[in-house]
């Protein structure tokens, strides 16, 4: 009753957003206020009128001829600009909502059980869908499960769960024959870009990789527009609670573009998106919206192309084989012409773009792509990003600066890695894996983000990992591989101003300056200072969108 209450409350909040009202004014004061400015890095108070900041500096400064404004006192706690996510998926957080979770989930049974009491609340006959297992928590070898495992809890309704990364699939045998996939049958042949995996017999086990998964996904019945509205009001909740005012939304049809333009049309959007459309969207997009779009909640200016799968199940793309599978190098989605073809057409259509990439290989046939298309069409706008940018050799970390390219990265990607990844990799590779501070000593430019929901919302999550290199509970000492954190200043900014500029919204947000829109977050304590081992310890008081609140805690 109590989460219903408070969910309510918050539709209630949204339903009153909308653009400041003329003369909405407000000083906060009586805390530490972090600018993310290098002019003024710190201040004591701000004051914020019709949706803006309008001044920044001691108390005395702000509350000059301002005495009769309403004021905030912070009672000491600390202000730092609000967080944007540079790499997330906001309607798969709202999708995952809507599934099972198995994140954190430490056994093939664990999954089951869960699954077994999930089910109980669906309608007879749907699909039982979840998202978050991880065979590498489950101890043992590390190996793949099977449809097998799910099929004595589910021999006739249909089960498919997607890996914590979003880049492989666990179906039951229900689920390979409602997708027309003969289970005692050799299984189909590879595809580009995917594989399904087979038995000593030539048969799918069930677990199909990257591409492959749609031999199942495109089976499973399409949800509805209430589905997807609900999916979104969950999603939009859960950023507000965890500070963030903006996300980069990393991939997304543009059905689910409109469906962001209702929601802040009606008031109901309580957080900035820079959205990424798919590359064979690239030509309607245009056609249609030549300038992109730039409305005031919502920014589309550019594309999300995949070069290669993840690490966790091989599908990232190496130079050489996979230490702990030799032989294997992952897989490229899509072969160098092809996506030299799809940069440069994004690229003079005025479309920034932005490559996932994570094995050496995929990172430097996305590089080769960008410096030749860059050549041949100017760039376009420029700031092209490689997101995710996680096993780079030391000769292509130095491109990224030479070129001018973004590394969108997610610190808490190597915390949830390290356990493994020195297996996939050997010692060598690491040294160019999850190199935050070659990146930036080398000259780049770093976005932050969570790429939730593979990892949690929370970006204090990312901003521990980046600066101590280690898990929630603090391990291993010293943080992994930890002559490559970043510092405080480093990590902060690369969730707002960096995190801003990626998405080319600099001059509007990102840092607490005149002029610019009042998105604030409030903390429970100083996340600059603390000990390392407090961070966590941090929650979120409040949350600002043009100076309105929208989440308060309690």
Not at 144 to 159: H, Q, S, Y
Not at 481 to 499: C, I, M, P, S, V
Request: charged letters at 25%; glycine letters at 10%; hydrophobic letters at 45%.
């Amino acid at each position: 009753m109590v989460r219903l209450l408070a969910f309510a409350l918050f539709l209630v909040a949204l339903a009153a957003l909308a653009p400041a009202a003329s003369g909405q004014r407000l000083v906060v004061h009586g805390g530490t206020v972090y600018t993310v400015d290098a002019a003024r890095p710190t201040a004591q108070a701000f004051a914020v009128e019709d949706g803006r900041f309008v001044a920044v500096g001691t108390e005395a400064e702000v509350l000059a001829g301002r005495a009769d404004w309403p004021r905030m006192d912070l009672d000491g706690q600390t202000v730092t600009p609000g967080l944007i996510d540079a790499h997330a998926h906001l309607m798969g957080l709202g999708q995952a909502l809507l599934q099972a979770d198995l994140v954190g989930t430490t056994s093939k049974a664990e999954i089951v059980d869960r699954l077994v009491a999930f089910a109980e609340t669906l309608p007879d006959g749907a699909w039982v869908t979840g998202r978050g297992w991880d065979q590498n928590d489950w101890g043992g070898d590390g190996g793949f499960p099977t449809r097998a495992d799910l099929d004595e809890a589910f021999p006739d309704r249909p089960v498919f769960l997607g890996r914590v990364d979003g880049h492989a699939g666990w179906a039951n045998t229900a689920a390979m024959r409602a997708a027309g996939l003969d289970p005692d049958a050799p299984a189909p042949p590879d595809m580009e870009g995917g594989a399904v995996l087979r038995d000593d017999r030539g048969r799918p086990t069930g677990v199909f990789v990257d591409a492959a998964e749609g031999l199942i996904q495109n089976a499973i019945p399409e949800p509805d527009l209430a589905f997807a509205q609900e999916a979104l009001r969950r999603a939009l909740q859960e950023t507000a609670r965890y500070g963030l005012t903006g996300v980069h939304e990393a991939g997304t049809p543009l059905a689910s573009v409109e469906l962001y333009r209702q929601f802040a049309a009606s008031g109901q959007f309580p957080i900035r998106v820079y959205a990424m459309i798919t590359p064979d969207e690239i030509g309607p997009f245009c056609d249609r919206n030549p300038a992109g779009i730039a409305e005031d909640r919502l920014r589309v200016r550019s594309v999300k192309v995949y070069a290669d799968g993840a690490l966790g199940s091989r599908g990232a793309a190496l130079l050489a084989g996979y230490a702990d599978d030799p032989g294997n190098t992952g897989l490229l989605f899509r072969q160098p012409d092809a996506l030299q073809a799809t940069v440069r057409a994004a690229m003079a259509c005025g479309l920034q773009v932005n490559t996932h990439a994570i094995g050496d290989r995929a990172n430097q046939v996305v590089l080769d792509a960008y410096e030749t298309a860059i050549e041949r069409t100017g760039g376009g706008p420029g700031r092209h990003r490689v997101e995710h940018a996680q096993i780079l050799t030391l000769d292509d970390i130095e491109r990224f600066a030479e070129l001018g390219v973004i590394a969108s990265v997610q610190p808490t990607h190597a915390t949830s890695d390290m356990p493994w990844a020195g297996e996939r990799l050997g010692d060598d590779r690491l040294r160019g894996a999850y190199a935050w501070r070659r990146l930036i000593d080398a000259g780049a430019r770093l976005a932050l983000g969570s790429d939730f929901p593979v990892e949690r919302v929370d970006p204090l999550l990312g901003f521990h990992a980046a600066v101590t290199r280690q898990d929630a509970d603090d391990r291993p000492a010293g943080g992994w591989y930890g002559n490559q954190t970043l510092t405080r200043a480093e990590a902060l900014k690369g969730f707002t101003l960096d995190a801003a500029y990626a998405g080319f919204m600099e001059d509007e947000v990102g840092s607490i300056e005149p002029g610019k829109r009042a998105d604030f977050v409030v903390l429970s304590q100083d996340v600059m200072a603390v000990p390392p081992e407090q961070i966590l310890d941090t929650e979120v008081v409040a949350t600002y969108v043009d100076g309105q609140a929208v989440y308060e805690r309690d």
